[in-house]
């Protein structure tokens, strides 16, 4: 069984610019988390989705969005980029019943 | 609100120490609790969990039991290894009134084993 994919691995972008990181869970998982994980500050809830709706958000910005396509496979969007949304983004997959979370390697987002 | 709060590390031991790292929350209502672990350079790795009052987590030497008196899961092994160096991160699920599933994460206390 495949795992969590994350793709980019990497991401280099500049202020003020747009990062799409993009995350396929596992087959038949129809739960996605996004969490940002920044030096020093552990997991930080971003978003959730489940059966293609938004089901809830962290306390981050509009400037973060994202959404999940009918395969279940999600994308994350961070608009207007700051320098300090320099972090990796962890995309988790969860089989709703059993609650626990896979996690996919992540995506470094560097803003310079 | 619901709330995971786990020991601050760095935690640094011998090879062969017994490591406990604590873990405490607040819930409303009956969580799952979760340990996850992060080696260096990887993703989040589920190491345990439990789903009860009573219920006792396992995996790789790690034990966790999940204390509704004392709302704790803390981790434990016996013998840790220069392997076992990693961040671990507890974690709670539930649902909420509204039937939606809530995932809340502890900071992460990392680990550093030396030979």
């Known amino acids: 069984e495949a795992g969590v994919t994350q793709s980019p691995t990497h991401l280099i972008k500049t202020r003020g610019q747009q990062a799409t990181l993009r995350c396929s869970p596992i087959?038949?998982?129809?739960?996605v988390y996004w969490y940002q994980q920044a030096l020093g500050l552990g997991l930080q809830f971003l978003l959730w989705y489940d059966e293609g709706e938004e089901r809830n958000r962290g306390n981050f910005p509009p400037r973060f969005s994202g959404r999940q396509f009918p395969n279940y496979s999600s994308e994350l969007n961070v608009n207007a980029l700051e320098l300090e949304d320099s972090a990796l983004y962890l995309c988790?997959?969860?089989?709703?019943?059993?609650?626990?979370?896979?996690f996919g390697p992540g995506t470094r987002l560097t803003v310079l | 609100g619901d709330s995971v709060t786990q020991m601050e590390g760095p935690v640094t031991l011998s090879e062969e120490a017994f490591l406990t790292i604590n873990c405490t929350y607040t819930?409303?209502?009956?969580?799952?609790l979760f340990w996850y672990v992060q080696y260096p350079g990887e993703g989040l790795q589920l190491l345990l969990k439990?789903?009860?009052a009573d219920d006792k987590g396992s995996n790789k030497g790690f034990e966790a039991t999940y204390r509704k008196e004392t709302t704790s899961f803390h981790l434990e092994k016996g013998s840790v290894q220069v392997s076992d160096s990693a961040v671990y991160f507890c974690a709670l699920t539930e649902f909420d009134a509204g039937n939606n599933r809530k995932l809340i994460w502890g900071l992460g206390t990392s680990l550093a084993v030396n030979p």
């Open positions: 087959s038949g998982h129809t739960s």
């Open positions: 988790a997959s969860i089989l709703t019943q059993q609650g626990s979370g896979f």
């Open positions: 439990a789903t009860k």
């Open positions: 819930a409303t209502g009956y969580p799952s």
